[in-house]
């Protein structure tokens, strides 16, 4: 079957609630993909951060099947011999010292309000059902009901009401009117240190000291969304870290496993995830022995071919390369490490099609909203294959100029 016929029966029965480019992939390795014709692309999205380690690691995917063959789920009702070292292991990398493992991103941003809140009853004194956890505008936390209840994104939102209720919002980026939201009963502020979704939303420097101080002032947590800022994506462990900032609490996924499965976490320190007692907070596949095994070979993967600092290197160089670029569609390069945004001018018509472009010539991103296209490679990335992605870039913004 051609990539036509795929996409017209993808079209015809799933659902479509994405949108996504016609490329039909049906293998891939390292930083390229090849689609059902044999036609390779340089992979510049990486599953949306997924995909840090690259395409299939060897090492990640020999762990995957390692594990397999062992024992693949107990579920929690009994203990397993990969939860106990991931754990360890997360503690060792991040000095946190408590973890709470789930799978998917918006589960574990789920867990992150379950624990603040009740954090807010047990330790804090806030009457019952009165806590408040401060979100920010267009935030991109994940699609869940209670995720998307503090959305500001309207697409995101629309029919899906009613909402939870106990999110206040406020402008990203904005210190002084986080200290004004606060009340008594503000258990929490959950932020990216890097708006992604957004479009690459960088905050003004020295923002996240002063939510860390205001939260410290308040006896307020400070609650980091970096599943896909984290992980080195940056240039950092995580993004958090450019200011020096530890937060009261950590969501971290995506690239936790490797690209190969789903897996996410919450990492906080005992006083905080301490909280939980049996019973009250779980998940059937949450701390499986295979998304163990993967997250773990994945860890060790950044560290050992030192994926953060290559992010860093690159990253910087890159976009300088990218500023360089004379067109009058590009209103601003922007980003940190590999999370590179490229915002146009309204009347460049759109990131879509300058996506569109680019994959013809064998470069894969995403528009993220109307105006930016996000260039996001695997962190194994070297710099002959960023110079050949940077031609491409050139290329297309000459032949749409
Ligand atoms: C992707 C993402 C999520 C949601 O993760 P899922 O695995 O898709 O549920 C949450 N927060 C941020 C910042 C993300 O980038």
Redesign the pocket.
């Known amino acids: 079957m051609d990539s036509k016929d795929l996409i017209q029966i993808e079209d015809l029965y799933g659902a479509h609630n994405y949108h996504p480019l016609d490329v039909v992939v049906t293998k891939a390795q390292g930083i390229w993909m090849y689609d059902v014709e044999g036609r390779k692309y340089l992979d510049f999205l990486s599953a ?1 951060s997924a995909v840090n380690q690259g395409h299939r690691h060897p090492r990640i995917v020999k762990a995957l099947i390692d594990q397999a063959r062992k024992l693949t789920l107990t579920s929690r009702a009994f203990r397993n011999d990969q939860w106990p070292l991931l754990a360890k292991e997360l503690c060792d990398l991040t000095g946190y010292n408590m973890v709470l493992p789930m799978n ?3 589960e574990a ?1 789920e867990t992150a309000v379950k624990t603040a809140r009740k954090w807010a009853y047990m330790k804090k004194g806030v009457p019952q059902d009165k806590a408040e956890i401060i979100a920010c505008t267009n935030n ?4 869940t009901v209670t995720v998307i209840s503090f959305s500001t994104e309207a697409d995101y939102r629309k029919d899906f009401g009613p909402f939870t209720p106990g999110f206040p919002i406020v402008p990203f980026g904005d210190a002084e009117a986080l200290e004004k939201a606060i009340t008594p009963n503000t258990a929490a502020i959950l932020v ?1 240190p890097i708006q ?2 957004a479009g690459i939303l960088l905050p003004p420097d020295g923002y996240l000291r002063r939510v860390a101080e205001i939260c410290r002032k308040n006896n307020v947590l400070f609650i980091a ?1 970096e ?2 800022t984290g992980l080195g994506r940056t240039g950092k462990l995580f993004a958090c870290e450019y200011e020096n900032v530890r937060p009261d609490m950590v969501v971290v ?2 690239s936790l496993g490797g690209g190969c499965y ?1 897996v ?1 976490a919450v990492l906080a320190d005992r006083e905080i995830l301490g909280v939980f007692k049996p019973g009250d907070h779980g998940s059937t596949f949450g701390g499986n022995p295979l998304a163990c095994a993967v997250a773990r070979e994945s860890l060790r993967v950044i560290k050992d071919e030192k994926l953060v600092e290559n992010a860093a290197e690159r990253g910087e160089a890159f976009m300088e390369k990218l500023r360089k670029i004379r067109s009058r569609h590009i209103k601003q390069v922007r980003g940190r490490g590999l999370l590179i945004g490229v915002e146009l001018h309204p009347a460049a018509g759109g990131a879509r099609r300058f996506c569109e472009e680019l994959m013809k010539e064998g470069l894969l991103c995403k528009e993220t909203h109307e105006n930016v296209i996000r260039f996001a490679p695997p962190l194994i990335i070297r710099d002959k294959d960023l110079n050949w992605a940077l031609k491409r870039i050139k290329t297309v913004f000459k032949r749409l100029a």
């Open positions: 949306y998917s991103g918006a941003v991109f936390h994940g699609r990216e992604a979704e969304d599943i896909q996924g995506k789903p996410s």
